[in-house]
T-cell receptor
Framework: DTEVTQTPKHLVMGMTNKKSLKCEQH?????MYWYKQKAKKPPELMFV???????INESVPSRFSPECPNSSLLNLHLHALQPEDSALYLC?????????????FGEGSRLTVL | ELKVEQNPLFLSMQEGKNYTIYCNYS?????LYWYRQDPGKSLESLFV?????AVKQEGRLMASLDTKARLSTLHITAAVHDLSATYFC??????????????FGQGTILTVHP
């Protein structure tokens, strides 16, 4: 069982909707990530939070807005998305400091934009 | 720009046979990861390779890292159907200050049949 929990597992939204994806981990990890994965493609990094501060934004469009309210939670706010944004959104976490760099992924939220 | 290339991209194997998946990367790095992904599911960490010459084995899978050649291999011994999945290698982006900023290979879709 994954220790990174993502909700919802499935989300269908229209282009004018506002929705949020949520991610939670209780492993004490201080780095959290959002990755996007299109069908039959590898995951692509979107955002990295380190100690609750945004440290990397991979030039993601502003219709995706990340938020890290505390060390256990990571949100991705979605607004005015396009159909091409339909994908599997994966949250991951890892220890900071003297870690191996290994990422622990959640089950993902499958997003469909109509 | 770091490039990570896997081959083959598609691998159809008979049960009981051996095969190797190769992962080449373009820039110096001593951190390489192998993940498994079942259809519609998240990524499961298989191996973390952190130094030149590292070799790790788990069941029928064995991974190795040659940082001088910028090459990692994932060897499958006596394949069984349960190994059918997509396998990704991933490399830490050199010079990054945050762990987890991974660049993934394209993935190898492995199908094991009787």
């Amino acid at each position: 069982d994954t220790e990174v929990t993502q909700t919802p597992k499935h989300l269908v939204m229209g282009m004018t909707n506002k929705k949020s994806l949520k991610c939670e981990q209780h492993m004490g990890h201080r780095a959290m990530y959002w990755y996007k994965q299109k069908a039959k493609k590898p995951p692509e990094l979107m955002f990295v939070y380190s100690y609750e501060k945004l440290s990397i934004n991979e030039s993601v469009p502003s219709r995706f807005s990340p938020e890290c309210p505390n060390s256990s939670l990571l949100n991705l706010h979605l607004h005015a998305l396009q159909p091409e944004d339909s994908a599997l959104y994966l949250c991951a976490s890892s220890p900071r400091g003297r870690g191996t760099g290994e990422l622990f992924f959640g089950e993902g939220s499958r997003l469909t934009v109509l | 720009e770091l490039k990570v290339e896997q081959n083959p991209l598609f691998l159809s194997m008979q049960e009981g046979k051996n095969y190797t998946i190769y992962c080449n990367y373009s820039t110096t790095s001593d951190r390489l990861y192998w993940y498994r992904q079942d259809p519609g599911k998240s990524l499961e960490s298989l191996f973390v390779l952190l130094s030149n010459g590292a070799v790790k084995q788990e069941g029928r899978l064995m991974a190795s890292l040659d940082t001088k050649a910028r090459l990692s291999t994932l060897h499958i011994t006596a394949a069984v159907h349960d190994l059918s999945a997509t396998y990704f290698c991933a490399v830490d982006i050199p010079g990054g200050t945050s762990y987890g900023k991974l660049t993934f290979g394209q993935g190898t879709i492995l199908t094991v049949h009787p």
